[in-house]
């Protein structure tokens, strides 16, 4: 597979390994590729707990319906 980098890419990449933080430009794609599919992969980890709490309460009756927690919106965005 070839991939174009813009020039501003290459010369950060090559930057990289010229200051020693990487042993080749391979090297360094691959970890920002690592890096990149571990970002994408764990995105919304944080949000799970959010999402557990949420539907705790809503199981314990807790909950506002749709329709008003919409009209309350609407009232913060109007003023």
Not at 8 to 20: M, T
Not at 51 to 69: F, K
Request: hydrophobic letters at 45%; proline letters at 4%; glycine letters at 6%.
């Amino acid at each position: 597979m070839t991939i174009q980098l813009s020039p501003e890419q290459q010369r950060w990449l090559e930057a990289q390994v010229e200051a020693g933080h990487f042993s080749s430009l391979e090297q360094a794609v691959a970890v920002a590729i690592a890096d990149l599919m571990a970002t994408v992969e764990d995105d919304l980890d944080w949000a799970k707990p959010l999402v557990d709490e949420a539907a705790a309460e809503l199981d314990r009756g807790e909950g506002v319906p749709g329709d008003e927690a919409l009209a309350r919106i609407r009232k913060v965005l109007d003023r």
